[in-house]
């Protein structure tokens, strides 16, 4: 049997145009003599569809187009993720679910088993639960049809749940010839490993070759990397599809494939990422033009090389802003920066409006503005001036600002915060320094210079906080594993009252966040989604 | 058997002040010769704790307050909201639970049934459902004791869910004497009529009587109101604890107490919920004084009326911050206003740095800024001076804009956006006019004055958005009740192309509210919490 997984990348809501690109590639399969086509979790809707699936209209509208897909099945099955509202009572109206149709013929949905709601998923808010995980005669096959996190819970690979059932066992006494996967599988680095192991198992348990089906694409904050596997029954990778873009991976199940490994270097998969993020966020949007702020650091300039790579040197516009506190540095560095690229530098001094604000503020206030203001005051005039030009010319302003500054509130809300998206907010500082290193082209005399925001005289990021390798340890240990600060200064060998400081701050600092543009997830635990934490709570204080 | 429902305002995350906090109503609940003392849902945590649920750390404190409170138990029995370990397997590691303490010693732990996971509710990110519901016997009673949702299932007023168990129809086989139930039951407006229908169809069915205990204060986003109630067996209310404030509701079983109507006046009570969240949100945090913007316009002068009644008057500070647009008007009728309040209200006018503005971007530009550049400078310019109290004095900034101008994306980001606080950001057009009238001091000029931003000569805001009246109209149908459009405007005797390019409108600016600050919650579906939507989608624009 030849089988086609379809690699797609689908638009939230764009129901029409997604049900017209899942047909092309059901052309394109049938074309290259695939006898059964699969597409990924949710492919009908895009995914997360969120509070759409709320609408009654919208479930109506979904159900038509399942039907128009019913019609272009000729000669072909297709199984194809989507939602289908629940029969048979139980605490939700729908499932997560794959339609299973042949030849023009709707055979059944099996539905999601294993419902995430943790992190970024929240799948327990719209979703029942499968009533159980079938093995699907189709043409002479029996096929296990699961639905992402339906094989992760076999290989011990779910956090913060353990569920009662296990789909893999189910499907193991009902002995398929093999098992598909739909997956909406959003991407963090090396998640691809993590997930190698997952179908593995499967595949080893089950003693039958897994295919792996997955999104591709940015949707909002959510990255999907792709990366469509072909497994072979004792648990070797033996065929895959790219990542980060479309693609429709045939599989010929009577052939023998020779195993290899895949190892994807992490800072080419980070940066391809925060590409498709940034890409698809714009052209999902129908935006084509961005705009930010370089500064002569080293977090503008990576994004300045991302963004290029995203949307072409034509489509960027750089604007160096520099005040009194400027190092000479900072624009000429983005002036090489800007000519490397190819892309187009502006430069606007910021000290006019800096001026004026400090003479209004100085009769209003009837004193001198105070350090922090008279900081702010310079991130949000240049703020101001980038909204400027998104309100005339029509640019998608970027914002710059990298993780581990997120967590220390070490940036000006309205200010530097100000965007349509954070690029680098999931990104922290040390993964920062190996993007720029690995895409080469950043200037010497931005990669060795300190983190400076350039605010006050001979300012340096070090003057407030500690080294950004601390930081990013204690980040790590904290946001992602949830260790308590006696356990990472233990571990990492740190003072107690430096760990403790840090995440009085990490905490301190969630009413910034609250307000940040959207960023792209490129970790396990990201601020700008899947992380719920109040902002009016007292536990750090208390923790002292 | 005298029973005290102690109606707490719990700090989030700060246990051990929660626990001394119990422990002073224990006393006086003692003190009054009640023999059972019962707290809200989830006490011990205020509600809701969110993402602290998952440091383990935080449930081990927890369990340390809870031995604390068990020691303080001395001849009385205390029943009061936490939560634990799940000790027994299961999706979820903890349970939301009630534990019961006799006379110092820890008699077992009653778990919440029915988890709410939509809108503001996530309780299936984090709990696992109890096994049973049980009677428990405390001195010489049996006692039902159920949390918050458990109740309200039996009275089909459950939205977006349908659970498949009954706590109450478990409970109605075992003849409680009396039922409990322990609430963190957030405000919105009139929900307090739909709780006296839940309470008094659990305690028809059961024939015994309800009591109630409800959290209250503000927490972020969301408002606790209180009102505790006390139900006879034939399901009348007896009884009932204020409104949007700790009280202490003693109940005696042996007597009879004559049922009443309780019925709150709607905008009185949406008046205490935005100043009990404005006052928590501040107070909570260690903030005491309040700046924002006075424009001349009701939303502002509402907002000047909530904080006085807050923070007291000689913690605001308004800024009136005219520019060449500006009406006479906003100016005097701020000042009017200012002064019957008994606020400080400074004048600063935003010429210089807008004129700055214009010059530099002219430049910068080659050409005249447009009418939206110019007119989001000049929120802007007022968003940073505001900013700039807020850095130098130690201010936190109200932003006043109102839930149909966030639904139609008529606010500038990062200018009237800007602030801790969106007090009216739930608030209808419609609803903010009935604040004004019932708060009496606003001025006449300012209640006639039709809406407008003064950001462009003679502008008003129905130059380019319908009346307000349609606009809310829209928005309560498709925002709270999911209706579509074609239904709405058949329902409501619109114009189709009217009601889809509101709701357009509405999902266009979902970019914009993302970046809002927290809002206030008093409405059954706000934009600032419990709503998610995609920014990336389409679903709008295929509508058409």
């Keep these: 049997m030849k089988i086609a997984l379809a690699q797609i990348n689908p638009v939230i809501g764009s129901l029409s145009e997604n049900r017209k ?77 794959a339609a299973i149709i042949e030849n023009k013929v709707l055979v059944g949905f099996q539905d999601k088993a294993l419902l995430p709601d943790y992190d970024v998923f929240n799948e327990r808010r719209y979703f029942e639960p499968a009533a159980r995980t079938d093995v699907w ?19 011990g690979a779910v956090e913060y749940s353990t569920y009662a059932r296990d789909p893999i066992v189910e499907l193991a006494t009902q002995n398929p010839d093999f098992v598909v996967n739909l997956s909406a599988s959003p991407f963090y680095v090396q998640k691809h490993e993590t997930r190698l192991k997952v179908c593995a198992k499967a595949s080893k348990t089950l003693k039958c070759p897994i295919l792996f089906c997955n999104q591709v694409g940015g949707n909002d904050s959510l990255i999907f990397d792709g990366y469509s596997m072909h497994l072979n029954e004792s648990g070797e990778l033996v065929q895959n599809a790219k990542g980060f873009e479309e693609d429709l991976l045939l599989i010929d199940l009577e052939k023998k494939y020779q195993p290899y490994q895949l190892k994807p270097d992490p800072v080419e998969d980070l940066y391809k990422a925060l590409v498709i993020g940034l890409r698809d966020y714009f052209q999902k949007q129908g935006f ?30 750089a604007l160096t802003l520099p005040s009194r506190f400027s190092s000479t540095g900072s624009v000429i560095d983005s002036e090489v920066l800007a000519q490397k690229l190819g892309i187009e530098l502006q430069e606007i001094s910021i000290e006019p409006p800096f001026e004026s604000y400090l003479e209004l503020l100085n009769a209003s206030f009837k004193e001198k503005p105070s350090g922090v203001t008279t900081e702010n005051l310079q991130a949000r005039i240049r703020g101001m001036l980038l909204m400027a030009f998104s309100n005339h010319f029509g640019y998608l302003i970027l914002s ?4 581990s500054e997120m967590a220390m509130g070490y940036a000006t809300l309205y200010g530097d915060m100000c965007g349509g998206l954070g690029v680098l907010n999931d990104v922290y500082k040390k993964h920062i320094y190996e993007l720029a290193r690995w895409v080469k082209v950043i200037p010497q005399a931005i990669l060795d210079k300190p983190p400076s925001a350039e605010l006050s005289p001979d300012q340096k990021d070090s003057d407030t906080l500690p080294d ?5 340890l204690v980040l790590q240990e904290y946001i992602e594993h949830h260790h308590s600060p006696v356990e990472i200064a233990k571990e990492q060998n740190l003072e107690l009252p430096l760990v403790k400081d840090l995440i009085r701050r990490i905490h301190r600092n969630e009413y910034k966040r609250r307000q940040a543009p959207p960023g792209l997830r490129v970790t396990k635990r990201s601020f700008t989604v899947g992380r719920r934490f ?11």
Tied chains: 1, 2.
């Design 534 to 544: 109040p902002i009016v709570q007292k536990w750090n204080v208390d923790e002292e």
């Design 400 to 403: 710059t600002g990298n993780k």
């Design 468 to 472: 950004y390798a601390i930081i990013d």
């Design 288 to 317: 084509s033009r961005a705009c930010f702020g370089l500064s002569g650091g080293i977090d503008s300039a990576v994004v300045a090389c991302i963004a290029k790579e995203a949307l072409g040197a034509e489509n960027i516009l």
């Design 21 to 97: 690109k899942i047909i092309t590639y059901i052309q394109q399969a049938r074309k290259s003599g695939a006898e059964l086509v699969v597409f990924p979790e949710m492919a009908l809707l895009g995914y997360p569809p969120e509070d759409l699936l709320l609408l009654p209209s919208f479930i109506d509208a979904l159900n038509s187009e399942l039907k128009l897909l019913i019609e272009a099945t000729e000669n072909i099955i297709l199984i194809v993720g989507t939602v289908r509202e629940n029969p048979s009572g139980g605490e939700k109206g729908l499932y997560n679910t």
């Design 137 to 155: 005669s189709l043409s002479s096959k029996r096929v296990g049809i699961t639905i992402c996190e339906d094989i992760w819970q076999h290989a």
